[in-house]
């Protein structure tokens, strides 16, 4: 056996990982935690549970922060589905092989790219949104949207570009338009390819999501800051909406790749 | 139509790839239920040529007809013509995420319109044909090169086409699975199908050719019925070539 896959394994393997991880986080916890003794901070962890969820006279009810984990979601889902939508429209546009498809997309791909999310952001609610008359919600959706349009529109366009030329060959000679020949025979076989960063730009959606608190739609973020405004309990606010991020990144990497896996052994 | 009018009729066709001409003023014509047989070496302009008469190319000059389809770049008719003019590759290209089945079906579905019955009632029918047909729920990673080019050929049969074209069917085989695609396409040649068929494998020509072509550095340099083809084609060079390829 050699020496540098070992060391790789022993660094790979599931509760090396782990706990690197978990040490990792203790140690920045330590780390909060003498800073805030030092600062006098006054830790009331003891208030965060009822933002999570609350047993009243009435029964069970669903906190804050699990609402906006709720609108959180809603948002980013939305958001992804318009991104994908658009994504493969940009990825065909580009492919299309007309020079005013082409250009058009690599123009939309470097504006979106070049811009900081902020600003697109604040393009579309301060300036579009006032022009089209659409509000903050829909300025968020929008935004995010295009701007992951952009993202996605790459992992399609490399993914078609990586299912082999001869399958188009194929496709036309038993007479397929360009359309029959990308949804039956071309798009099903790029899957395979796009699944892995796809799972990568759903998670960054989730994170991304984020930015919209700036123009105070609710979701978590926002949520975060509105309970801290009436408490003040800002670190424990904090770690709590970073770890409820976390906790729903990690769910979801581990969805898909438990969808890539049953995809890759099924073809 | 009259009888006479031939299935493919190609009139001093060009075809450039940048500035490097890949076809020099070819003509030829393919009568209903011929059987041509092109080879010669390397880089000389076979693949361009039947790739041309289903439109995966386009010429830059001269006249292509097929099946009374005027081909060029921006004909509107090309995907009437290529469900006339099946077309089997060196490569196969068989759709991986497809079983057998569907591989057979989804052009006659989709293009054809027909019912999913008819179509799996007819691509059982040319699986037989081939010899293959417990193979039909498979998936083409799971077939052997031969057996893969047969299902290839099927899926052409399957559209029912009035010409097929063949591009060196056999060069990606192993040498053992050769004679099962070839023992195939015999016995389509003498089902009456109209073939193009570019391929090196001289005793399957002399079988069933009607009409041999020799080409070299994208000029056709010889045409003539196998007897006067292998025997005394006019050509030096191809004589040359066939010396070297019977040798072996
Ligand atoms: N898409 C292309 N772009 C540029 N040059 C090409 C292209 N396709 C073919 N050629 C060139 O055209 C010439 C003829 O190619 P073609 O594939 O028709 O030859 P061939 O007779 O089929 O050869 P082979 O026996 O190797 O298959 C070759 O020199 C080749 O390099
Ligand atoms: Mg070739």
Same mark, same amino acid.
């Given at each position: ?8 394994? $022993? ?120 022009? $089209? ?13 295009? $701007? ?63 930015? #919209? ?55 | ?69 005027? #081909? ?57 044909? #081939? ?31 009035? #010409? ?85």
């Amino acid at each position: 056996m050699q020496r540098a896959p070992l060391i790789t394994r $022993f660094f790979r393997s599931v509760p090396i990982s782990v706990g690197l991880y978990l040490f990792i986080v203790t140690g920045l916890v330590w780390l909060a935690f003498t800073g805030s003794q030092a600062m006098g901070y006054n830790w009331q962890w003891y208030r965060i549970p009822q933002y999570l969820y609350r047993l009243t006279d009435d029964g069970f009810e669903w906190g804050e922060i699990a609402v906006g984990l709720v609108k959180t979601l809603q948002l980013s889902s939305i958001a992804f589905l318009l991104a994908l939508v658009l994504g493969l429209l940009v990825a065909l546009l580009r492919l299309s092989g007309l020079v005013v498809g082409t250009g058009v997309a690599i123009v939309f791909l470097e504006i979106i790219r070049n811009t900081p999310l902020l600003v697109l952001l604040y393009l579309f609610y301060y300036v579009l949104g006032p022009v $089209f008359g659409f509000n903050r919600y829909v300025a968020s959706i929008l935004c995010l949207g295009v $701007f992951h349009a952009a993202l996605i529109s790459e992992i399609f366009r490399a993914g078609i570009n990586a299912v082999a030329q001869g399958q188009w060959e194929a496709a036309k000679s038993i007479g397929m338009s360009t359309g029959q020949a990308y949804r039956y025979i071309v798009l099903p076989q790029s899957v395979r390819f796009m699944l892995p960063p796809m799972t990568g730009e759903v998670v960054h959606m989730v994170k991304s999501s984020a930015i #919209v608190s700036v123009i105070a739609v609710a979701e978590l973020t926002t949520i975060g800051r509105n309970i801290i405004s009436d408490t003040y309990m800002s670190f424990e606010i904090w770690f709590t909406i970073a770890a409820v991020y976390m906790v729903v990144t990690l769910i979801l990497s581990a969805g898909v790749s438990m969808v890539e896996k049953r995809y890759s052994t099924n073809s | 139509m009259p009888e006479a009018e031939p299935i493919i009729s190609a009139v001093e066709i060009d075809k450039f790839f940048g500035t490097f001409q890949a076809l020099k003023n070819v003509n030829l014509t393919v009568d209903q239920g011929e059987r041509v047989v092109i080879c010669g070496p390397s880089g000389s302009g076979k693949s361009t040529l039947i790739r041309c008469f289903n439109g995966l190319e386009n010429h830059d000059a001269g006249q292509l007809v097929v099946d009374g389809i005027d #081909v060029h770049a921006d004909s509107k008719e090309i995907r009437a013509l290529r469900q006339d003019v099946g077309m089997v590759f060196q490569q196969f290209n068989l759709f991986p995420h497809l079983t057998v089945l569907e591989n057979l079906t989804i052009g006659p579905i989709k293009v054809r319109k027909i019912s999913k019955v008819e179509a799996e009632e007819r691509a059982r029918k040319y699986l037989n044909r #081939v010899h293959i047909p417990e193979q039909a729920d498979k998936y083409p990673a799971q077939l052997s090169g031969g057996q893969q080019q047969r299902v290839a050929i099927a899926r052409s049969l399957c559209m029912e086409t009035r #010409v097929m074209l063949f591009d060196e069917p056999t060069s990606a085989l192993d040498p053992e699975m050769i004679n099962e695609v070839l023992d195939v396409m015999v016995e389509l040649a003498n089902s009456g199908m109209t073939m193009v068929c570019v391929t090196h494998e001289m005793g399957f020509a002399r079988k069933i050719a009607d009409k041999m072509v020799f080409m070299e550095a994208g000029e056709i340099v010889e045409v003539a019925p196998p007897e006067k083809f292998f025997t005394k084609p006019d050509s030096a060079r191809c004589r040359a070539f066939l010396d070297q390829i019977l040798e072996h």
